[in-house]
């Protein structure tokens, strides 16, 4: 699972440097967050650093990747689903929720754990709700990517849906621990193909715009001028 996060992190990375669109950074950031979520929840980075235990195990560790996995999944989802342009109410919402897990950074140092446990998952909650309902009104209205963008968090409601399933023992444990990882894994593929989709649609877009520009400035007008394109 974590080879798997760490080549899509690697060819994203490379991508945004490349194509410097800010979705791919995003994307980076949040699966980068998920990997280190799990990675602490596992004790594989206790395991592979020792000297840095003290730190890995503490609630304050867990708390600050938790919410900072939220704001980033906030962030790539505003930035691939364009929610500010297309749904500006679920997009107030979504800024709401990202300063509301700033606020709760800040006050994770003075408020009890248990209430800030609390507080976490009203806002993982509302946070994956909003998005959920702006990825559907998208994709709904037109929007291709959006359908990829809901099947990555169909993978995590499966998941939750096995933790549900085994606390009534009607699931084994193992099962769980194997929707664990398809879980993770599908939703990093997902939200990828996602990116890779509505990067095609922006280039189809950029082409259409290129070959009505020609009908209004000819070709061979352009290089009479010895200039390469209308720009």
Known sequence: TYGAIMV???YHL????????RGYLLYVAYS????LFLARNHGDLTYYFPDYEWVFESFLFKHIVAIAAIMAAIEFGRELLGSVKHTPKLDRALRTGFWLCVALIIAGFIIPWSLRTKIF???LIASIATLTVTAAQRWLKGFGPGIWYLLSWCCIFSSVLAMGLSTV???EYRWVLLSNMLAVNGEVLFLSIALASNFRDQYAKVVRLN???HRFVPEEFLLKLERHDIT
Request: aromatic fraction near 8%; charged fraction near 10%.
């Open 32 to 35: 980068g967050l998920v990997m």
């Open 14 to 21: 490379m991508l945004f440097v490349f194509v410097r669109m």
């Open 121 to 123: 998952q009203v806002l």
């Open 169 to 171: 023992n009607l699931l």
């Open 211 to 213: 070959e009505a520009s």
């Open 8 to 10: 899509m992190l690697i």
